[in-house]
């Protein structure tokens, strides 16, 4: 019998588990250095940014509070309308928080925008995010992101976290995939 592999399914890897790894230390580095003094909140947005997320605050060396949400942005297709729901809320209170978003990816920056108003206006303290992958070329609305790991051409991108269908969340890396997997 033949067994699959996500690994299959790939076109091109654009950056690989070491590339990401390398980089998310680097961020936590400086976010365990900027917030010395506090004990923000680690909020990521699920199941995209589980991954990100999860080598992310082993790599911050201070104390941290990590929390997740659910949110969906309907529209037609994958395109995201900016029209955000909250499906699983915060388990706890943001009031006076100092807030780290984590994201996997920023594409039109609508579900971004969306979520640092909504934790804005439940009193947060500071807002602040930290994506690992941005492609400016989709940007619609306009967050500033304080953190940054890679900027990538505007292409579908799945792995480490990211999915296509459900599929391939568990690639190491983040890579695009053959044409024909579309088409399926
Ligand atoms: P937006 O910035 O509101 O358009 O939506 C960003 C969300 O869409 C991300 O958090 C991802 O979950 C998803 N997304 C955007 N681009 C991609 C991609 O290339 N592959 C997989 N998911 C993506
Ligand atoms: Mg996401």
């Known amino acids: 019998m033949q067994i699959s592999d996500v690994r299959d399914d790939i076109a091109d890897e654009l950056i690989s588990r070491e590339e990401i790894h390398g980089k998310i230390k680097e961020v936590a580095a ?9 004990y923000p909140l680690l909020v990521a947005v699920l199941k995209g940014a589980v991954n990100t997320m999860a080598i992310f605050s082993q790599e911050v ?34 009031a006076g928080r100092d807030v780290l978003i984590v994201e996997d990816i920023i594409d039109s920056g609508l579900t971004l925008e969306w979520l640092v108003k909504e934790l804005k206006s439940r009193g947060a303290a500071s807002v602040e995010v930290f994506a690992l992958l941005e492609k400016p070329a989709r940007r619609i609305a306009e967050v500033d992101v304080k ?18 269908d459900e599929k391939y969340r568990n690639l190491d890396s983040i890579a695009v995939l053959k044409p024909e997997v579309y088409q399926a």
């Open 147 to 164: 953190y940054k790991g890679f900027t990538i051409p505007d292409e579908f991108v799945v792995g480490f976290g990211l999915d296509y």
């Open 30 to 38: 400086q976010v365990s250095e900027d917030y010395k003094n506090t």
């Open 61 to 94: 060396s201070i104390p941290v509070q990590i929390d997740f949400m659910t949110l969906s942005s309907y529209g037609a297709g994958t395109e995201s309308s900016g029209k955000i729901t909250v499906r699983q809320d915060l388990g706890c209170d943001v």
